[in-house]
């Protein structure tokens, strides 16, 4: 115990009058006598000062002095110190990326495994940092932190943590496999085996893949062949055309790099040429196709290229050369052609047609061609005054069939393709990086005046009892 | 109360030191047991006398009729009076135990005991009343054994009635040598009056010297009156008091 006012503990002299007084007014024993007969004849006299006895223990006497020095002692601002841990401030940042979903030897995510590293208290103020579809933030204390925890996963991409490490307010606690200068780490690695694909990509007829290999010397079997890997490979395989291709490895316990699904589509489809009403209905009508001002787009993709369907354009598209035009009276598609593909020929009609030179013609106008294909483009030399037939949306349901067809080969993004920083699961192989970070410790007061006023009066209350029961 | 064998025998061969009254043969026949008779005188028949009394060698030699008188000694009379006021708590177990030892001398040879207004000529009946007994008159006739503190001046009056009397004055070890106290305050246990007194080295000093004046003022006072005094402690050994210190007082021979 310590005091705020220890000046106020020279009061504490006042026991030295409390006890004197206390002599002074004692009461003289009673003493009961057979008569006081003799007793009447003998002089009283103050006693002498050297005959002053000892004073006997008075309960009542022992009280009063607790209650001077309990007055005493609250009036000197007694407080109990002591240190108590002080609150934290923490930034907390969630590497999600999909690394963080290997699986170590003992089960656990390194994700999850990291996180059970965490050691908070309830009153610590948090502040945690991730990435999901967007960067996130949450703020809370200590007490509310695991249940957000289970909110959050790893996603199947790499993040960048740099973004939030800079906007984290230090000290910043990384929860990662990875260590980052200027963090606290709470890592959890270990998975240093795996075997991933890194890359893939199809140009033309040729299927081009590249391994991720992290161990010891493995052999997979990818589309049918053996493969021998002892470290990072590249790949090559010809491929007949498809227009979707899976490629799987063997699973391991970082299974996000052992598949991925090649599908062939363009970036997008673009109409030149006039707009047309009876052409934007047929459009709209297929999936996936939605129409701008003048073009016609799929979902796009960055890096892809485009397929162009011209309608009577007024110069040459290019690889093509039109020629003159004419009054067409007949019509003939090319044979088992799939832009024909369930057409009426006998429906057809236009008011001009010009004749198409280049590329695969498909459909003929008195003999000569007026709809041609070639390297990812159509060109139909004739107006749209066949709209209003059958064959009218059958042929551009056919032709954005055919231009998914004929589109590059793009590696979709959904069970997908990791960059080779996430197939390497080498590098840490401690269990965690870090452990429980200590509290500072603040002193902490806590008064106990009023504890000692409430002492004072219970000790004034047996005082009086004592002294009453004395007489 | 009980006595062993040997005490109640050495108690029996006891007598009590009285001055024994001497009745006249020829007198009115009186209740009177045992004692021996003495001549004293001739006097001259009157009707009414006992024939035995008659003289006859006195007749044979003047042809008139003559009655001896003769005198006997009384059976001793013993009244117990035990002071019953609250200043006698802790001096009246000896003060009864003395006055039993008595009382079985005066039955021993005869006597009678009075003692809480009541006559016993039975030694058993005696000491079943004096375990509680207290208090008694003084009477005119017969001996009186008074027990007391004699704080109490006003007792000197009533027993200036009895002719024959013995004052056993019992005090307490307290009262005879009372402790250094310091500071006290003094209550009467009768009057319950208080005063307050130092008593230290100098007030026991001069408390001594009041009581050997207060006692030597009683005895004097008995000694005037023709009363035995003795001055016992509470704590003593009451068959030494009986024995010893009464019997130098002249109350037992």
Redesign the interface.
Known sequence: MSFGAPAALWALAALGVLLLFSLWRSRPDRVVVSSLLLWKQIAERMPPMKSARRPRFSLSLLLQALVVAAIVGAMADPYLERTAPVPRTISIVLDTSARMSAVRADGKTRFDAAVEMLTVEPDDRITLYWIDDAPRRWQGTGADLRSKLREIRPVPRGVDLDALLAVAEKPVWLVSDRPREGTVGFLAGELAENTGIVHASIEGDELFLRFAHYGPPREVTVLGERIRLEGPRSWWKKIDARDRLVVELPKDRFALDDRVVLVREPSGVVLRGIEHPALARVLQSITRVGQGRTAVLYQTLEGAGEFTIYVDPPGSPPGFRLGERFAPETWTAAKDHPLTRHMKMDEMAAAFATEVQGGTPFLFADGKPVAAERDGAIVLGFDLKWSSTVSFPIFWTNAIGRARTLGTWVAPRAENLLDAAQSDTGGIERRGDAGPVERERAPARTPIGAVLCGAALAFAVLAWAADRRSR | MTFDEDVLRRLESLRLAVRRARGREGDRPTPRRGGAAEFVAHRTYTVGDEIRSIDWHVYARLGQLFVRERSREEEPTLHLVIDASA?MQGKLEIARRIAAGLAIAVLAEGGRVVAGGRTFEQLPSLLETLEGASGGEFPERGFVAYFS?L???RAREPLVAAREAAVIHVL?PE?LR?PA???????????G??????V?E??LA??AE??AA?CESWKRWCREHGMSYVRCASDAPWFEVVTVTLREAGVIE
Request: proline share 3%; charged share 50%; no cysteine.
């Open positions: 200043s503190d704080w109490d001046e307490t009262e009372p106290m310091g500071r006290a305050r003094l209550r009467d246990v009768e009057t009056d208080e005063i307050e007194r130092f230290g100098e007030e001069k408390y009041l009581l207060h």
